[in-house]
């Protein structure tokens, strides 16, 4: 059984840092690529960034220059280190094991002023 389990999210203010972990069990993160959503209320899921199994990454507009993915294979989990939050980076965050139907529950993240 597949289970993909985020945690890190909370409260943090405008310019704040959070390091958000996804672990893995069942599927091991090494040989696929990961994901990382986010979705704000009333919004449509966008990606974050990917890490490929090479270890490539990918970042979405809004996390160029801001945003890290990561993974340490030892532990079979994928980080996203945020930096410089802002207001509008206020969501659930989601990560995902491309090319199948593997989704987190989701951690919540908010940035208030």
């Known amino acids: 059984q597949v289970q993909l389990v985020e945690s890190g999210g909370g409260l943090v203010q405008p310019g704040g840092s959070l390091r958000l972990s996804c672990a893995a069990s069942?599927?091991?993160?090494?040989?696929?690529?990961v994901d990382w959503f986010r979705q704000a209320p009333g919004k449509q899921r966008d990606l974050v960034a990917q890490i490929s199994s090479s270890g490539t990454q990918n970042y979405g507009d809004s996390a160029k220059g801001r945003f890290t993915i990561s993974r340490d294979n030892a532990k079979n989990t994928v980080y996203l280190q945020m930096n410089d939050l802002k207001p509008e980076d206020t969501a659930v965050y989601y990560c995902h094991v491309r090319y199948s139907g593997y989704w987190g529950q989701g951690t919540q993240v908010t940035v208030y002023s």
């Open positions: 069942g599927i091991r993160f090494d040989i696929n690529a």
